[in-house]
């Protein structure tokens, strides 16, 4: 077995001896056809790179949009900025009619994020103007970009001093109504009136309850006193000794000498009843007393009256100055938070505004390559004799096989 290998290992050595002139040729043929078409054909294509690096701003505010790495690579490809390239370069001219499609198709962006850095390549068949267009595209482009973040920084800045200015006016107005409504509509002076008037009226109710008591006892006793009355005569009849009379006994004291019997001499006589009198008196005290009365519980319930409409007027005085208390501690408080919102966020894009500054900058701009990156001639011509090898072993080896078929 191992005698079969080493006699067909040696057929195709022989093979390749036979026939090496035709590989050699082959070969040669292969590397100076990649050598005309390297030096001769292709044109050459120069690389040149620029990188830009992205600043953080000294002072950050959320009310800004900060573009990422992904989106300003996404932005470096502007219709806007590859028509001045052209423009300014006059790309658009002979010898080479650019078109905004042409140049963008050459252009390629590589991310550096642990740097935060963008580093952009150009490829161009001439090195001076690769260089150019490069170096113009990264100029416009971190020009334009750094006016973007400043307009929208100015626009931000100007839009919350408007309305800080704005609401720092109104919340004065409204602070500055506030406190002189609180100076001069003192809910505490009338509440404190009302509940005086209240007292005042709880306490003529209990005087009048008293007074009530007093009438309903000063009526009864008069209903007793003229019970009493109607049993009682104004004039009584009295039977009176004669010598019970000094008036009597002065008249008759002559006729009744030496008659002494005659002392027992009675007379009648009128008198007023005192115990009726007596009674009229307590009658007429008790209707002055309950008349008195009446008339203080018919004072007391004007007072009453006056009071009520004291108190419905202060309620009502009340309730108006606590419901625009209550809108005015409200409007307030809606206009505090706001300013405060407002005043936060101003102070913020202020402190923005007062440090801004180019977030991008060109930290390395493009000079002109020294040599193509395009056609690697040596590396075509070392390709093109590799295959050109295997294609003549592969010829080789073919036409052995078919000179063996024909004998």
């Known amino acids: 077995m191992v005698e079969e290998e080493e006699i067909d290992l040696r057929d195709y050595i022989n093979v390749l001896l036979k026939r090496k002139w035709l590989i050699i040729g082959i070969v040669l043929m292969a ?3 990649a050598a005309i078409i390297s030096y001769f054909f292709l044109e050459p294509v120069y690389e040149v790179s620029s990188t830009i690096i992205i600043k953080q701003p000294i002072n950050k505010s959320n009310l800004i949009y900060y573009y990422s790495l992904e989106e300003y690579k996404d932005l470096i490809r502007d219709n806007e900025i590859e028509e001045k390239v052209i423009s300014l370069l006059e790309l658009n001219k002979p010898p080479y009619n650019l078109s905004t499609f042409d140049l ?3 252009i390629s962006i590589d991310i550096l994020k642990e740097t935060n850095k963008i580093k952009i390549n150009y490829q161009f068949k001439e090195p001076e103007m690769a260089k150019n267009i490069i170096n113009e595209w990264v100029n416009l482009f971190v020009e334009k970009q750094n006016k973007v973040y400043f307009n929208e920084v100015d626009s931000v800045y100007q839009k919350f001093k408007d309305q800080y200015e704005e609401a720092k006016e109104e ?3 409204i602070e500055k109504e506030k406190i002189y409504f609180d100076i001069s509509n003192d809910i505490t002076v009338l509440n404190s009136a009302l509940e005086n008037n209240r007292a005042k009226i709880s306490n003529y109710n209990s005087k009048i309850k008293e007074i009530a008591i007093s009438l309903i006892k000063q009526e009864t006793k008069r209903e007793l006193i003229c019970r009493e009355l109607e049993n009682q005569e104004k004039i009584i009849k009295l039977n009176r000794e004669i010598s019970d009379s000094q008036y009597f006994q002065k ?3 002559k006729i009744i000498e030496g008659n002494e019997d005659m002392l027992v001499l009675q007379y009648e006589v009128e008198e007023k009843n005192p115990i009726y009198y007596s009674l009229y008196q307590d009658l007429l005290d ?7 009365m009446e008339v203080e519980k018919e004072q007391l319930m004007v007072e009453i009256d006056k009071l009520n409409v004291d108190i419905d007027e202060l309620i009502t005085k009340l309730v108006n100055l606590k419901i625009k ?3 005015l501690q409200r409007d307030f408080i809606e206009a505090k938070e706001v300013y405060d919102d407002l005043s936060k966020k101003y102070k913020e894009i202020e402190s923005v ?3 801004k500054s180019d977030l991008l900058k ?4 493009a000079y002109k390559p020294q040599a193509p990156i395009k056609p690697n001639r040596k590396l075509n011509i070392a390709i093109a004799g590799v295959l050109g090898l295997f294609l003549g072993v592969l010829i080789a080896f073919f036409v052995e096989y078919w000179q063996s078929g024909k004998k």
Do not use: L, P, R
């Open 325 to 327: 208390d209550t809108y």
């Open 31 to 33: 590397v100076v056809i």
């Open 104 to 106: 963008e198709k050459n």
């Open 362 to 365: 060109i930290e390395k701009i």
């Open 353 to 355: 505004y007062n440090t």
């Open 251 to 253: 008249v008759f004291s």
């Open 286 to 292: 008790t209707n002055s007393s309950i008349k008195m």
């Open 171 to 173: 919340f004065y107005e």
